[in-house]
Structures are given as C-alpha cells and as structure tokens.
C-alpha cells in the first residue's frame, strides 16, 4: 500500500511538471510571436501629397516632416510641421483629422515660427513631436523644440540647428475635445544646462516624445553632434508629472543602446499587453524601426521593417529620405496603423509626403 501511494505520488509530481513546461513552453512561445512586426498592407500613393486641396491652398511648397498622431473617439488626429519653404527650415504646427487616415482634412496652423534663421532666432524653427493628454491640467499638451542656428563667429555651422528647446504648450480650452486648440506656451521644459550629458552634443536638446509607465512619466530626447560629426544618439528623461520638472536619467542608462548610430522622434505606444513600443526614423531604403520595452526604461535592440515595397515604392532610395514614423496607433484587430513621411520620387523640389502602412505581430 504504501508503494502504491508513493507511486502514485510520484505520478502526480511528473504530470504537474509536465504541465507546467507545457505551460511555459506555450507562455514563451507567446512572447516569442509578439516579438517581430511584419507588414500588413501599404497605400501605394502617398495619403497628403503636394497635390492634396489643403497643401495647395496653405501654400506648404516642402512637405511634412515630424509630429503624432493620436485617436481619440474614432477620430485621428496629426499634429505635424509644415515645410512651408525651404524643406527643414522654414516651419509652422498644423493640426489635420481624419475618420479614416487616409482622407485628412488640415484644420489650423497651431505654432508659427519666427521667420529669418540665425543665430540669435531661437525659434526660426518649431519641430513638434509629442503630443499628450495632461489628466492634473485636464488639457491637452504639446511638445515642440526650436533650435538656434550656428554662430560663424564662434566656429559653428551656419545653417545647422543649435541648442535645441523643449517647448510646452497647453490647449486652452480645457477636456478631451479641446485637442484642436487653440494653445497657450508653458514655458520651457528642457534645454542645454548644467545637467547636460557628454553624448549630447551640439544640437541637443533634439525631439521630446514623452509617454507615461504607471505614474511615471518619461521621454526619449535626442543629441547630435555637428563638429565632429557624431551620430544620432538617443537618452531618457523623466517626471513625476507631464508639465514637469524634468530630470535626466543618469549615464549609464543614457544612452540608450537602442541603434548603433540613427535613432529619431520615437512615437511610444502602450501595449494592451502592458508592454511598450516604440516605432522612430531609422536607417534603410523605405524603413522604418522599432524597438519593444517591458519596463518603459530599457528597449531592446532595433529591428527594421519595410513601409514600402515592390511596386508599391514612392519614396526616394537612402537613409534620410524615408523620414517619421507619426504613430503606431493599436487597432481593435490587433494591427497597428502608421503614419509616416517620406521624400517622394519627384521632379524639381523636394516634397516630403505623408504615407501609411499596416504592420501586425508575426504569427
């Protein structure tokens, strides 16, 4: 008797180890198929191109470059640059909705620039790039950086951006609806300083794309350095609230080891899984990258993922012309929509045109 009871005791403790590396296995295989992004479809046109009523009647000669989109209600809503001008120079903040993502409709101009670039312009340019939901303010914030332009006669490159800016502007009309503005600047939220880090370089403080893990808020924001030429690297900031104060994390997580050398305006998007993604301007003909977090503090190495393809290609070949991912926005059938720009295939100017792609978890 006492045999059998061992035996059978045996037994059991083989068929709940059993079950749980069936368990494990199923569980690891699960988090192994959400970890590549593959296409799903693409526009073979450009959504907004130089052809669109809007870009025609605003004057916008250059295209878009920069900016979010978020939904909210059904409806999508973008806050992008408009190179009015001279492509990556002369820049304004519009704001433009769409019920679908692929017929959008401009709306207003949000921030305009102070025309004239040089070197004591600090906002000759205004680059938007983050856009969120202040719940303290019940108002709706948005994140745009001005630079500078270079000081020849301290050594700079004249026509390259300097000393960038986080600006903070607030929607004045207060709730969720009061995301088309108008705006109101808060006031500066982080710039060059004493707490500046040494791979920030020149350009720095370049994008700001804040995203909130729990209640803490955080924010990717860039560096690069003009002489000598440096890459694009990438740090964390944060703060116990969206208006601030903003703090650096401490070297040795910046920067992050994301990209070995390219890495802008990461979009950030929290996962119905709890994780994070995060999808940014990279480099490679037509792609984009993203990279995936669990914590919101430490991503994992880039992967790349093609937005155009086959006979379906109409952005220019090379690194800087496949521009901005705007947002990887999850969808109810688990897809997310991307919006993006991009420099079309054109004669004469230059054009940077807003695309959309489709991307899903591999099966």
């Given at each position: 008797m ?15 180890l ?25 526009t ?55 019920t ?108 700001f ?40 994390l ?47 503090v ?53 054009f ?12």
């Amino acid at each position: 008797m006492r045999n059998l009871i061992m035996n059978n005791f045996i037994l059991a403790k083989k068929w709940v180890l059993y079950i749980c590396l069936n368990l494990i296995f199923i569980l690891v295989s699960s988090a192994n198929a959400q970890e590549t992004l593959v296409p799903v479809s693409e526009t073979p046109k450009p959504v907004v191109s130089f052809d669109h009523t809007d870009v025609i009647q605003s004057n916008n000669r250059s295209g878009f470059e920069t900016g979010q989109v978020v939904k909210v209600n059904g409806v999508y809503h973008m806050f992008v640059n408009e190179m009015f001008e001279r492509s990556h120079r002369d820049l304004r903040i519009a704001y433009w909705t769409s019920t679908d993502t692929e017929a959008w409709q401009r709306q207003s101009t949000i921030v305009e620039s102070i025309p004239g670039r040089s070197a004591t312009n600090p906002r000759s340019e205004v680059w938007v790039t983050g856009v969120e939901f202040n719940e303290e303010e019940n108002a709706w914030n948005i994140f745009y950086v001005a630079y500078r332009a270079g000081d020849k006669s301290k050594g700079e490159i004249a026509n390259f951006d300097y000393e960038g800016r986080i600006w903070r502007a607030k929607s004045v009309k207060p709730g969720v609806d009061g995301i088309a503005g108008p705006y109101a600047d808060m006031g500066i939220v982080m710039e060059p300083d004493e707490h500046s880090q040494y791979w920030e370089g020149q350009q720095a403080v370049a994008t700001f794309n804040p995203y909130k893990v729990g209640k803490q808020w955080y924010a990717f924001y860039d560096g690069h350095n003009h002489k000598p030429k440096g890459g694009w690297p990438v740090g964390l900031a944060k703060a116990p609230q969206l208006s601030g104060p903003w703090e650096r994390l401490p070297v040795g997580i910046n920067p992050l080891p994301i990209a070995l050398e390219f890495l802008e305006n990461a979009q950030v998007t929290e996962l119905k899984d709890g994780r994070y993604l995060a999808v940014f301007d990279s480099f490679g003909d037509q792609e984009i990258a993203y990279s995936i977090s669990m914590d919101g503090v430490h991503w994992s190495k880039e992967k790349r993922i093609k937005a155009q393809s086959n006979d379906q290609i109409w952005a220019k070949d090379g690194d800087h012309a496949m521009r901005t991912p705007l947002c990887a926005i999850e969808e109810e059938d688990g897809t997310f929509t991307v919006l993006y720009t991009a420099m079309m295939k054109k004669e004469g100017n230059n054009f940077y045109a807003i695309g959309k792609c489709v991307i899903a978890w591999e099966k």
